[in-house]
């Protein structure tokens, strides 16, 4: 998902406060809005046309809206909650329900309370959203109960908000499950950086103000232009948050060739085996300084390998065996490699190619103390200067169906900075196999629909396949896109298998795949006691 702004707006329609509003409607037109009615304190005692009217508006222009309710750490009656969220459901047009004041601990007891109100929400309408808020960092089983779609796992003074680190299992979720909120900050500069910052956590939404206690939600930020032209631009891509919360790649390449095409042992600077390879798009050369800059890369299989081709800006000081980095992520799990202190990386490195060595990375669940251990030594062209050319056994990684790559180069000295190839809140995926089975829905060509092929999926949601996708990924329902056909066809075969030769198909009742659901929904949906 993009990264939004979810706003308590916890104020009155009318007046300056309508200036608010009709401030979200025009925030809505580039960056997704979430926005928290609070009536007062809840609903209020009835329908107020002012908050229709507002609802209705910013609905119109793009934005979502959900209702305020309290539930007081469980002190709260569930039949007081079941009251707030009927009126909204009878009031006004909302997306969803906010409930405020969630424990935060184990307790088998607070548990289950919270599975009543998800419960009853979801009865109303299962595409409602429900936010739940403890304002503070919380234990994992509110996530996986479920007992809410998002969790607000941070809220607090602006002054605490660049030492917060986030709980482990944050990691594990998708970034529109995670919400931060932060109050007490007038620095417009903190507040950039904390918006990058909260992308770097693994936060979908997000919300800072220098709206100040004793209610923080009274009116909008002064720097809220600035806020929502930040989100935008993180979302645009041209920012560098030193994280990401894409679900997939900037492109994906797919480029088989014949066994002994590319043969990077034989004469030096030959490159007549990559005729027929699509290269990713290339970076314009000319960063500032550098040791080496980034420009080309195109990425090539055989059975056994694959091959990379990087190319350099001429006027870059190094030839590319020096300080040349290729990131990969083997595995597409952000969780299981190295992101870097404070997640600046948007993949999780399993690999380091550097040189003509590849190292594997070492003490993964501790980014603050990591290593690398060597692999092998790979093959590579013996007189690199602006074209290197390297080949590396599959197998050493794993013999992956795809893999995530960004470059880096480690430029030094003084006015030189790193190079990123893509910008680092971005990356580049190639894939190993396409479907030639002629088993629907199976999408990484081994004979079954299974876990694989709904990974592959979910990792390309939203491509075009006739673009950045290879050919035959889009052939269960083509229209050129990959998205919920796709996914349903999984689900619709999910367990099914294709016989030697890939001729029958054996298809079982998809009943396991359907309690994936939960966990694969894709819409975009998007301490707060005070009243508006």
Not at 101 to 117: I, K, M, V
Not at 155 to 174: D, I, K, R
């Amino acid at each position: 998902m993009s990264l939004g702004l979810i706003v308590p707006a916890y104020f009155y329609p009318g007046g300056v406060g309508l200036g608010y509003w009709n401030d979200l409607n025009a925030a809505a037109a580039d960056v997704p809005i979430l926005a928290i009615m609070n009536p007062g304190s809840g609903p209020g005692n009835s329908v107020d046309p002012n908050y229709t009217a507002v609802v209705d508006n910013l609905r119109a222009a793009g934005g979502t809206v959900i209702g305020y309710v309290s539930t007081s750490y469980t002190n709260r009656s569930l039949s007081a909650i079941q009251s707030d969220i009927d009126d909204y459901a009878n009031w006004y047009n909302v997306d969803g329900i906010f409930l405020d004041e969630f424990t935060n601990t184990n307790n088998a007891g607070d548990l289950a309370f919270y599975e009543s109100p998800y419960g009853y929400i979801k009865n109303i309408d299962p595409g409602w959203t429900v936010i739940g808020n403890p304002g503070t960092s919380t234990v994992e089983a509110y996530a996986s109960r479920p007992t809410a779609d998002v969790l607000v796992v941070h809220e607090s003074f602006g002054s605490n908000y660049a030492t917060y680190t986030p709980s482990a299992w944050n990691a594990n979720y998708p970034a529109d499950r995670l919400a931060h909120l932060v109050h007490t900050e007038p620095n417009a500069t903190n507040m950039l950086a904390g918006l990058d910052q909260g992308v770097a956590q693994n936060a979908g939404w997000h919300y800072i103000t220098d709206d100040v206690l004793g209610n923080p939600w009274d009116r909008l930020p002064t720097y809220w232009d600035q806020q929502v032209a930040r989100v935008a631009e993180i979302n645009d891509g041209n920012g560098n948050p030193g994280g990401t919360i894409k679900p997939g790649g900037l492109e994906l390449r797919y480029n088989p060739v014949a066994n002994g095409t590319i043969d990077v042992a034989d004469t030096p600077g030959d490159r007549a085996g990559w005729a027929d390879a699509d290269p990713f798009s290339n970076d314009p050369a000319g960063d500032a300084n550098p040791q080496v800059d980034y420009t080309a890369l195109t990425v090539a299989h055989d059975d056994n390998n694959v091959f990379f081709r990087v190319g350099r800006d001429p006027g870059a000081a190094n030839p590319l065996d020096f300080n040349q980095n290729i990131f990969i992520d083997a595995d597409q799990d952000r969780g299981t490699g190295f992101i870097g202190g404070g997640g600046f990386l948007p993949i999780g490195v399993d690999y380091l190619l550097q040189g003509g060595t590849l190292y594997a990375f070492a003490n993964g669940a501790n980014q603050q103390a990591w290593g690398w251990n060597s692999v092998s030594s790979v093959s590579f062209d013996g007189q690199p200067t602006i074209d290197l050319e390297l080949a590396l056994p599959r197998n050493l990684l794993g013999d992956p169906v795809a893999i995530d790559l960004v470059l880096n180069a480690a430029n030094t000295g003084v006015g030189s900075a790193e190079d990123y190839y893509p910008e680092l809140n971005d990356y580049f995926t190639y894939a190993f196999i396409a479907p030639t089975t002629g088993l629907l829905g199976d999408f990484n060509n081994n004979g079954q629909v299974e876990q694989g092929d709904l990974d592959l999926v979910l990792q390309n949601w939203g491509r075009d396949a006739t673009g950045d996708v290879p050919a035959g990924w889009d052939n269960d329902l083509p229209d050129g896109v990959i998205d919920q056909a796709e996914l349903d066809r999984v689900l619709q075969n999910w367990g099914g298998t294709a016989a030697p030769g890939f001729g029958a198909v054996s298809v079982p009742e998809p009943a396991v795949a359907f309690a994936l659901l939960p966990l694969v929904a894709l819409r975009r949906r998007g301490q707060c006691r005070t009243a508006g």
